[in-house]
């Protein structure tokens, strides 16, 4: 695992609170662009289109967004137990029996998320799924009082998981949905700069903020940042693990490369300009389609302004919106490496007219 991946990783950034894998890929942006953040909390990198390209100059947008899904302290109870809500969507099974790490003003806070022990279920309670609302996060504290030295209702917390590598290049994470996306997002801007940039278009990759309870990053960055085109980056399912329909999903197995995606709210152009430099480039990649919006960050960027010509890239990735997380290292790269290709076959006379 690249050792910048590693980093983004380790941080915990529930939406709303990515300062500290934010930061990580700013200061990674740094080494070759420039770098900065907006007050939603969205940093991105600026790279010059390549020297000597007439002016006016276009602008790509390349983004993935690097929030996680995490929890928030809704209430402190009179035993000091926490109460709290879902920031994301959560499947309340995943979440009995694990650890958090709170995000506090005196710094990260270890805590368990509680559940009656099985032995002293009732039987119509043994039938029953756990609900969010029935759970607490336990940090050890005796009272309200003492819990509220420590944690502030509104705090935020993400499942204690850090990386582990696995056999087969596959790594094993919470985040990976999608800190993978911002890390891919730069590196694919990386290979960008040392290609000296595209001719006749800025660069500018951006890692949003707020995609998991409110495309509130995407939105505002596309927004801001006016692009001509851009290429969106998020996971998707992979169709290799127990229990998925390959007739419904499409074939998008761990180590088939990046999934490109087809659909009403994407632009056919984009899609095109994608393949061809998959196919130039020899990477392997498989193709989804949506007939509707796709769940994505894509979602808000085509529909900002006056529209923008957008693009979709996944990782197939396992086990979405759990603490393990799994993606083949190998389509991470590949992904990148595409964006990277399908991003130099623009020239200052590409055009996105439909017709
Ligand atoms: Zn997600």
Known sequence: MPAFLAE??????????????????????SEFSSASVDVVGTPSAALAPREGSPAPHRRLMIMGHIDEIGLIVTHVDDEGFLW??????????????????????????PGAIGKKPIHLLRDEERK?????????IDIGASSREQAL?????????????DPVELPNGRLLSRALDNRLGSFVALEAARMVAQAGGVPG????????????????????????LAPDA????????????????VKEAGKHE???GPVITRGTTLHPKLFDLLCEAGDAEKIAYTVDAFGRNTGTDADAVHLSRGGVPTALVSIPLRYMHSPVEM????????????????ALKLDPQTQFARW
Not at 128 to 136: F, I, M, T, Y
Not at 156 to 161: E, G, T
């Open 327 to 342: 993606v083949d290292l190998a389509d991470v790269t590949a992904t990148a490496a595409l964006i990277a290709a399908g």
């Open 128 to 136: 029953k799924v756990a609900e969010v609302r029935d759970l607490h």
């Open 254 to 256: 761990l180590g088939s």
């Open 84 to 109: 709290f809500r879902e920031v994301g969507g959560w499947d309340a099974q995943i979440l009995v029996g694990q650890r958090v790490r709170l995000i506090t003003v005196g710094g990260e806070l």
């Open 8 to 29: 983004l990783l380790h941080a915990r950034g529930p939406s709303g609170n990515e300062a500290a894998p934010a930061a990580v890929w700013a200061k990674a942006a």
């Open 149 to 161: 030295e420590m944690v502030r209702i509104g705090d935020v917390a993400v499942l204690d998981a």
């Open 201 to 224: 278009w800025e660069t500018v990759a951006v890692a949003a903020a707020q995609e998991e309870t409110t495309f509130g990053g995407s939105r505002t960055s596309s927004f801001s």
């Open 230 to 245: 851009a290429i969106v980056i998020d996971v998707t399912h992979a169709t290799d693990a127990p229990g998925i329909d």
